[in-house]
DNA sequence: TAGTGGTCTAGACCACAGC
DNA sequence: CTGTGGTCTAGACCACTAA
């Protein structure tokens, strides 16, 4: 038989237009934020829930469906339903591109993964040259074909980040940008030795739930969203010389910028 | 007796090791993403799928609410399952804030709105003096109190953000920034008459799922994340002078910002 | 009134985790 | 092996929408 949940969960209140389904989420969410369920703690069997309300068991079900929606919980087959932890957040700062953190032999993923005490790791790498899509193009300039450079950054094993960067044939094509590592300093510090400096970059953030090839590559539980970055790099002369389309865990980052007053 | 949906669906594959709800639910959203079902579209009716892939009701039910947690559908009681049509989307550009975008009659949110034809609405206007949080504090410096100044915004009816600012008493209080309105240019203009003048804006985003009451609050579908926007002001003898907590409906906006690349 | 989605029941069998 | 969540059935009654 099962046992009943501590005491952590009162009643059912059958006057309440509110679903039952709702009430029982209701509590446990309740719990959670109150913190009598703590981060990674098992919440109790949907057995011992059934048991606790009296409902059947798809109505308990249908509750802790609407907490894993929220981001609250996820569920283990075979292990239970959890308090989901909240991973550690990668910081960008908004001077992550600017020249004196190029200048080192690692990439800047590396450098501040480690500073931050994590180990880093890129994978998925992958280099080719493609046909232009429309969005593109509007970006980089009318170019037909570009060099795409596709990776994804893991930080102690979990995945967090899946990026491609695109950059005009006639700059990047036969330069050590097409080779899968491009050396120290990455793509920008290579632009800039092949003459173009870097002026500034425009990002364009939007935020959405992710598509079924981004939950399998990302690992990501359900309830989180995905922070969906666009990066547009300009020489000094003016031109758009890379786009770089990034994916990003929602639950893992948070993005700082600093805009001026004037 | 519900008709067949018109060709767009196939059958199930029994071989498959995919649960049944989920091919059902691949086949929707494939059958969405071609267009087969445009925006704004009525998917075939619960029995309608039932009928047609010779499955149980809650099997139906289990695909579409997949579906919805993606963002891709809503459904309305009564009515039926929808293509959930994306809304007019804002930019904010990473020059909201210059001053030459303050000096006039109206604020930042009605001029940008009226330019890109819509109508643009503020309500839940509330001025109040709280206990500071340690959150806000952090922020703000020591301030035991401040002044909060909460609003809702809308476009077209359509609740797309909700903001407070906390200013430190000793700044706002006994001046038009603890009036509902504070006159032209908002509270940045009247800070900058007030001897503060103003030289950046530290900018942090991230992306979540919404608590219940931002549910209500932004009426926002389910599958819809929020982006959490928290802005500090800081003037030229580098005080933190507001701060500024904002939750917007994720599918309404997107952010621009320009990085330096020195 | 007919058709739609919303809620709920009481079962069943399965796959996975862990002892 | 037991307990866990994952999938699925075949009903039931309700509330909302629209003709």
């Not at 802790?64 to 991973?87: A, D, K, M, N």
């Amino acid at each position: 038989m099962a046992a009943l949940p501590s005491g952590v969960l009162g009643a059912l209140d059958p006057t309440s237009d509110r679903a039952v389904f709702r009430q029982i989420a209701d509590q446990l969410r309740e719990a959670i934020d109150k913190g009598r369920f703590k981060e990674g703690a098992k919440l109790p069997s949907e057995a011992e829930l059934t048991e606790h309300f009296g409902v059947s068991r798809m109505t308990v079900r249908n509750s802790l469906s609407i907490l894993q929606s929220e981001g609250l919980v996820s569920s283990e087959h075979g292990r239970g339903v959890f308090v989901r932890p909240r991973p550690p957040v990668r910081r960008l700062a908004s001077d992550r591109f600017a020249r004196r953190h190029r200048d080192q032999g690692k990439s800047a993923f590396t450098v501040e993964a480690e500073a931050a005490g994590s180990r880093p790791e890129v994978d998925s790498l992958e280099v080719r040259e493609e046909r232009s899509t429309p969005e593109i193009s509007a970006r980089l300039g009318s170019a037909r074909k570009v060099l795409a450079r596709r990776r994804r950054y893991l930080m102690d094993g979990k995945p967090v980040e899946f990026a491609t960067s695109y950059l005009p044939l006639d700059i990047a094509r036969n330069t050590p940008i097409a080779e899968p590592n491009p050396g120290p300093g990455g793509i920008y510090a290579r632009l800039e030795e092949l003459g173009h400096r870097l002026e500034h970059f425009d990002e364009e953030v939007r935020a959405r739930m992710p598509a079924p090839d981004e939950v399998k590559t990302l690992r990501l539980a359900s309830g989180v969203p995905v922070i969906h970055l666009v990066r547009t790099a300009y020489d000094t002369e003016g031109r758009a010389v890379e786009v770089c389309d990034t994916v990003m865990a929602a639950d893992a980052y948070v993005l700082a910028y600093q805009l001026p007053a004037t």
